[in-house]
């Protein structure tokens, strides 16, 4: 918004606004609650700081005080919109040079004041006044006539793409004639090289384009968006003439499909994968759109009236939108198909409770000219209820008791609960398991780093130094997320974090750049709670680090599931304490490698890799850890400090209090105990700067194989022959440069050598 800087003249008097300008002016007046508010972007190293969670700015919006409160305007644009404003606002800038009519308007009035005014300036003034009048009621009826044609104008481009013609293009998939797709589709696969259709897409699209209900399994990153999606693009593809037919009436058809998944993020990601998939396709402007919490709501709004074909909602925002209008949710109900992308995840208790209000108000408001249900097509990688049990040591697994699997076929028990929870149409829905005897991918490598709760920090730098790439860390607690990115970023290694602190735009913003970091650099690592866990397709994650071992079984299987996908390999490892591996890693172990047969028994970690550690380099990296865990420590207790002293500062005022030290009586011990323990880990400014130094020239001294040896060509292996070879890591002089998945393979279940 523009500010005007007021005017060291003398003031002269106001000019009445017209008739004309008052209507419009009152036209421009917008309610607070129906503005565009925009989120802004903060930087990441801010987080909430100070308790500040976000700020929001508008667009194209003038702001007055009128009677001490405040009005918004909406601008408009063109020279005859500043105009308008400038005579609302009573003429605050400096007086431009009067009109020749301006100057006789003023006689006139001083006439007026002094009795003097004619009958000639009486009928002169009535006439302006009839003149005005009908300009007035003739603009009215244009900007109505305008804004209609826009709206219609807007409608009919929205939907021109309707009339795209079938691509012409040499079609060379043969293994996809057995699936019936049009070629607007099959020009989609080609392009993406989609050749081969995945085990899940072969037996799971020809039911769902037959019209049955479909509960569907497969590992992650196994095809199951595109098993559920081509389906709904084809059905939508089919009523082609039939949407056509609907908006040659001005009607607005319900959606194709309507997708629901349990986070934004995987939202934003199916919306993102179904566009490429169909850019050959007839789709009406925006009409694969993104319902999630995070955005803006009025926009949202605004796409939902286009009628889009397939919507992709997380059930909190999409209940927000329909309960507020009968309309929409008439409309949305009678959709064709309803998915559920990670069902099992939708489905636990707590969960539930908003996917099931939409689901009766749906069964409530559709119109069953479109049938009486729709089709519910279900996929997840998980469906034991076993699964989603705390790993604790109370929760221990009895010997005697068969652990049930995690398949479909013959899994009275997963059908059931489906059946009671969704309105399925078919009695019974068709079952694809891809995945029958196991949950983690075959693809992936699980490995072990036995190492104490409180060495975390070393082994997790060993390993990303010691085998570089993208990789993906899994944290518990959003505290020690924020905690590990500076620690590693002073450490030289490119962090980014995603935490469901973060708003919705900074969580995208940070996926971008790791992305990005991973295009550009050897080495790149984002580090994520488990918000990141389902639904993330970020390619090429060469390897998933859980930091700290999930709290239950299907946790871990999502989180491992980030690697290897589309048919690649990548490895899973795990940092396990002592005290975590004799019960929680061990009830973890059991559950995961039960999914093929009930009487499965596994001896804790006899089924996992134990990674190689070369205790020599960690001992070369304890300091360099030390240090920088002496300034991440520093960093978040700094943060925490400023956030401490805003809170009691403003407690202090609504209190009255006018000391704010006296606001300590009010604390208790626990308070207190933790301000001390963030003051004791403040640095100061100079003992900052004495630690980057002392990181500096650390991180300067070469990392060495062997570092007691005195020269590089003593012992068995030549160093300077690899060096100039060029076989040597880039990390460690005299260490072989080898990938995390091929050392595990070497292995081959052996146990670690002891050094």
């Known amino acids: 918004m523009a500010l005007r800087k007021k005017s060291s003249f003398k003031s002269h008097p106001k000019k009445a606004p017209t008739l004309k300008q008052k209507h419009r002016r009152t036209d421009k007046i917008i309610k607070a609650d129906a503005l565009n508010w925009k989120p802004v972007e903060l930087p990441d190293h801010m987080d909430d700081y100070g308790g500040l969670y976000g700020i929001e700015e508008l667009e194209g919006v003038d702001v007055k005080m009128v009677n001490g409160k405040a009005e918004f305007i909406s601008k408009e644009s063109g020279d005859e ?90 079609i060379d998939l043969p293994h996809w004639e057995d699936i019936s ?66 908006r040659s009436k001005k009607i607005i058809p319900p959606p194709s499909g309507i997708i629901f998944a349990p986070t934004r993020e995987l939202a934003h990601q199916v919306v993102d994968h179904l566009n490429k998939i169909s ?105 034991s209820k076993d699964l989603f049990g705390k790993l604790d040591k109370k929760g221990k697994q009895k010997d005697n008791k068969a652990v049930t699997s995690g398949g479909l076929i013959g899994n009275t028990e997963i059908l059931e609960l489906l059946q009671k929870k969704l309105r399925f149409r078919d009695p019974k829905p068709s079952l694809c398991d891809a995945n029958p005897k196991e949950i983690v991918s075959g693809q992936v490598t699980e490995a072990l780093v036995e190492c104490g709760a409180s060495e975390r920090d070393l082994y997790l730098y060993y390993f990303l130094l010691m085998y570089p790439g993208s990789t993906l860390v899994f944290a518990n607690a959003v505290d020690s997320v924020k905690r590990l990115v500076p620690f590693l970023e002073s450490l030289k290694i490119p962090a980014f974090s995603i935490h469901s602190s973060m708003i919705q735009k900074q969580r995208l913003r940070a996926l971008e750049r790791f992305k990005a970091a991973t295009e550009n650099s050897k080495t790149a690592v984002l580090i994520a709670t488990d918000v990141a866990a389902r639904g993330l397709d970020i390619p090429k994650i060469d390897h998933v680090a859980h930091y700290h071992l999930p709290r239950s079984a299907d946790v871990y299987i999502h989180r491992s599931g980030r690697t290897a996908r589309a048919g690649s390999e990548g490895v899973s490892v795990m940092f396990c304490s002592p005290q975590e591996a004799s019960g929680p890693f061990k009830k973890l172990r059991r559950l995961v490698a039960a999914s093929a ?55 202090a005022e609504d209190l009255g209090i006018e000391d704010v030290n006296e606001l300590d009586m009010f604390e208790d011990d626990v308070i207190k105990k933790q301000k001390k323990r963030n003051e004791g880990k403040k640095l100061t400014n100079d003992e900052t700067k004495a630690c980057k130094a002392e990181l500096r020239e650390l991180l300067a001294v070469p990392l060495r194989k062997n570092h007691r040896r005195s020269y590089l060509t003593s012992g068995l292996e030549n160093l300077a022959h690899q060096i100039v070879s060029g076989k040597t890591s880039e990390t460690v002089l005299g260490r072989e440069a080898v990938k995390a998945l091929d050392e595990l393979k070497s292995k081959k279940g052996k146990k670690r050598k002891q050094k």
């Open 597 to 651: 047969e009930k009487s499965s028994k596994v001896s804790g970690k006899g089924d996992v890799k134990l990674l190689d550690v070369d205790y020599d380099l960690v001992a070369q990296l304890k300091e360099r850890v030390r240090v920088a865990s002496k300034l991440a420590d520093s960093a978040i207790a700094s943060t925490a400090t400023r956030k401490e002293n805003s809170w009691v500062k403003q407690a």
């Open 181 to 246: 797709l049009s070629p607007y589709l099959l020009n989609g696969l080609q392009s993406l090289g989609f050749k081969t259709p995945t085990a899940i897409q072969k037996s799971a699209i020809p039911l769902a384009l037959e019209g049955k209900d479909v509960i569907g399994k497969a590992t992650t990153g196994s095809g199951k968006t595109l098993a559920y999606g081509l389906p709904i693009l084809e059905k939508h593809i089919q009523k082609l003439t039939e949407l056509k037919e609907s």
């Open 279 to 383: 850019k050959f396709a007839p789709l009406p402007q925006n009409g694969i759109v993104s319902i999630t919490g995070g955005l803006s709501i009025q926009k949202q709004e605004r796409l939902l009236e286009y009628g889009p074909s397939i919507i992709v909602a997380t059930p909190g925002r999409l209940l927000e939108l329909i309960e507020k209008n009968g309309d929409l949710a008439k409309r949305l109900g009678s959709t064709d198909t309803i998915v559920l992308d990670e069902a099992d995840r939708l489905l636990q208790d707590g969960h539930f409770e908003e996917f099931e209000k939409i689901l009766e108000l749906f069964y409530k408001q559709r119109d069953h000219a479109h049938g009486y249900k729709w089709q519910t097509l279900v996929f997840s990688a998980t469906f």
């Open 81 to 170: 919109a500043e105009d308008d404003n400038d005579e609302f606002q009573g003429f605050d800038d400096m007086p431009e040079p009067q009109t020749k009519k301006q100057r006789t308007d003023k006689k006139e009035n001083e006439k007026d004041k002094k009795g003097e005014k004619t009958s000639q300036s009486k009928e002169k003034t009535q006439k302006e006044k009839k003149t005005e009048t009908k300009d007035d009621k003739a603009a009215n009826k244009q900007d109505q006539k305008d804004d209609k044609s826009n709206s219609e104008e807007l409608m009919a481009n929205a939907f021109a793409a309707l009339d795209i013609p079938l691509p012409d293009d040499e």
